[in-house]
């Protein structure tokens, strides 16, 4: 019943700028969280940022901490990801995710706590390439 739709993603140089959406519809963000995920080709699947009601404050991974930023926009159901000063490691496709809000971000961004999410959208590509 719970589903999320990203859209947003492109192609952009190093150092540019994009925001990912991430739209939400069958829940209220008063019981779920939302997490944001990207993998790259090769490579195992990375939490990059969590948002609930139940953290004082949205958490980053440490790669992205400083240029990534989350916010919601609870009028059009919408979550965000800000990504600025991208680098050619931030290539990916960025998935967003919904978990109950009674797990802690810190726990939910990882690998095993990830499993919590239950709901995935199809992901958006982000590449970063000069």
């Known amino acids: 019943q719970e589903q999320v739709v990203e859209s947003g993603g492109g192609l952009v140089q190093p150092g540019g700028s994009l925001r990912l959406s991430c739209l939400h519809s069958?829940?209220?963000?008063?019981?779920?969280?939302i997490g944001w995920f990207r993998q790259a080709p090769g490579k195992e699947r990375e939490g990059v940022s969590c948002?609930?009601?139940?953290?004082?404050?949205?958490v980053y991974a440490d790669s992205v901490k400083g240029r990534f930023t989350i916010s919601t926009e609870r009028a059009k159901d919408t979550v965000y990801l800000h990504m600025n000063n991208l680098k050619p490691e931030d290539t990916a496709v960025y998935y967003c995710?919904?978990?109950?809000?009674?797990?802690?971000?810190?726990?939910?961004?990882?690998?095993?706590?990830?499993?919590?999410?239950?709901?995935w959208g199809q992901g958006t590509q982000v590449t970063v390439s000069s």
């Open positions: 995710a919904t978990a109950p809000a009674e797990y802690l971000c810190s726990y939910l961004l990882t690998k095993f706590g990830s499993r919590n999410f239950g709901s």
């Open positions: 069958g829940f209220s963000l008063d019981y779920y969280a």
């Open positions: 948002t609930s009601r139940s953290d004082d404050w949205p």
